[in-house]
């Protein structure tokens, strides 16, 4: 009942490739802001630090686990987590991530572990073995081994991608039923991303699929749009504006189990905002003037 994991070795130092930097999903390339809250005591919509983050996926992914199990079907999650941009990055960088998945992979790699050994019950990260799948595509396997019972081991794939799809299909059967296995991060976003020849298994791979957790970041209508999900209260969006306030986009007839579509969060964000961003900020010049003409 124990999972082939060898020692892995972090690819962060492997050349990347112009095709790893395309694959770099837009939802965590900008930089994780901080969040007002509404009012004192109430959860904002959106988490306001990465530890926050964690703690929330921690908790949706054991309920989405839990209920999988309950229904008897083989828990199979995605987590779609923001990776906050290094320390080091400034407003100026165009780029920040520069070294393309091969420089995210150590900060997703340790995210990822605190996320398994708090969804597996009396486990630590020492409890975590991991090894390489791919290391151009940065690519890893990990295990968080349970010290309850093999059944309650939770695996999990980080970064994997199309190229991926035969391992995919591999660990699937190494994992079995019982045990929960996790998407991090994917790399692709639909089964024709498989091609033409692999898109029919790779639905029917990916219908077995679930989200557990979501941060994701998108910009519509020129707004910064946030998108979580998480299993207690569904999908939800916001938009966080040029002062930092949540905004919350909901509309009674949306199902909180489907993602809000880009057409129907720019029809809502039109009739919550009426003003675009660039007319607000041309107000703001007419009656403050332009900043460098400020006085603080």
Excluded: H
Excluded at 79 to 90: A, F, K, Q, S, V
Excluded at 156 to 164: E, I, M, V
Excluded at 205 to 232: M, N
């Amino acid at each position: 009942d124990s999972f082939d994991a060898t020692t892995r070795q972090r690819p962060a130092d492997q050349p990347t490739t112009d095709t790893m930097n395309a694959c770099v999903p837009a939802l965590i390339l900008r930089r994780l802001l901080p969040v007002i809250l509404i009012a004192q005591g109430t959860r904002a919509l959106i988490p306001s630090t990465p530890g926050e983050q964690t703690r929330r996926a921690i908790t949706s992914t054991k309920e989405k686990i839990s209920q999988f199990r309950s229904s008897n079907l083989p828990p199979r999650i995605y987590i779609d987590y923001l990776i906050p941009l290094p320390r080091e990055t400034n407003d100026a960088d165009i780029d920040p991530w520069p070294g393309g998945l091969a420089q995210m992979y150590p900060y997703a790699e340790d995210i990822l572990r605190d996320v398994l050994a708090g969804v597996v019950d009396e486990s630590s990260r020492d409890d975590c073995s991991s090894q390489v799948i791919s290391a151009p595509d940065c690519c890893g396997f990990f295990v968080q081994e349970s010290p309850l019972s093999p059944e309650m081991d939770v695996a999990a794939l980080l970064f994997p991608g199309p190229d991926q799809f035969a391992k995919m299909g591999e660990i699937e059967d190494m994992v079995g039923d019982k045990r929960a296995l996790i998407i991090f991060n994917r790399q692709f976003a639909r089964a024709e991303d498989f091609g033409f020849f692999q898109k029919g298994e790779a639905k029917k791979l990916l219908d077995r699929y679930e989200w557990g957790f979501a941060f994701q970041e998108i910009a519509c209508r020129g707004e910064d749009v946030k998108l979580t999900f998480e299993q207690s209260v569904g999908w939800q969006a916001c938009v966080v504006d040029e002062n930092g306030k949540e905004i919350e986009i909901k509309d009674p007839t949306w199902d909180a189990k489907i993602r809000p579509e880009y057409k129907a969060l720019e029809v809502k964000i039109n009739e919550v905002i009426p003003e675009p961003l660039w007319m607000r900020k041309m107000g703001e010049v007419q009656e403050k003037g332009l900043k460098f003409q400020r006085k603080e």
